[in-house]
């Protein structure tokens, strides 16, 4: 990442400082899927009732990348922790979790136009910049290469801060491509476990597609 955060100290945050989601933000740009849910379920758990939306929210996006059919039930749990609550960011995180887990299907495509309208007018950089690895997702289980190319030129665009500059590694991770040079991005366990892990999740969709998913 641009600036390496440790879950060490994450860990150190205690309840307050809303630990757990600080762990899962750190672990799923690493496609530590898995791991990232159990800490946003953690968070779920002891959070009041927004910390509770936007932990659940969250649950269902990093799962809906490994396994579309739980993450429908981790959707359904978010819209109803969502409801009387006005959170725009967790609400479309809620919308881009159901793009993910539809990622490869023509319902996916479908609904990404208006969420990029949406995201678009609310002015939130972190929503942008999610909605387009979920379109690079979604164009690499297709492997449509130069879609994915023009997501990762949407993503140096919304990069331009300096925040989110390894989601464009990500999508090039996700796709097999190499990086156009040297990237300042600091992963934690290496760039190469990294990109093995986004790439698997490429190919898993695929498989769970062809069988019929």
């Not at 990442?1 to 600080?22: E, F, I, K, N």
């Not at 933000?25 to 990232?36: G, K, N, S, V």
């Not at 331009?160 to 990086?179: E, F, N, R, S, V």
């Amino acid at each position: 990442m641009a600036r390496r955060r440790c879950p060490a100290s994450a860990r150190t945050l205690g309840w307050a400082g809303r630990q757990h989601r600080v762990e899962g933000d750190i672990l799923w740009p690493h496609a530590e899927m898995d791991r990232a849910a159990a800490a946003r379920d953690q968070a779920e758990q002891h959070g009041i009732a927004g910390e509770r939306a936007t932990s659940q929210a969250q649950r269902a996006l990093v799962l809906a990348f490994t396994d579309p059919d739980t993450a429908d039930d981790e959707l359904h749990l978010a819209e109803q922790l969502l409801t009387g609550l006005d959170l725009r960011a967790t609400s479309l995180t809620a919308r881009i979790a159901a793009l993910v887990r539809d990622a490869g299907t023509l319902r996916g495509l479908e609904a990404a136009r208006d969420l990029r309208a949406d995201t678009r007018d609310a002015g939130i950089t972190a929503a942008e910049a999610v909605l387009e690895l979920a379109l690079a997702f979604h164009h690499c289980v297709h492997g449509e290469r130069d879609k994915v190319r023009a997501v990762i030129d949407r993503l140096h665009e919304l990069a331009g801060t300096g925040d989110y500059a390894y989601y464009a590694d990500i999508a090039h991770y996700m796709g097999g491509l190499p990086l156009p040079g040297p990237s300042t991005a600091q992963w934690l366990d290496g760039a190469d476990a990294v990109r093995a892990r986004w790439h698997r999740l490429v190919q898993t969709r695929r498989a769970h597609l062809g069988a019929g998913g």
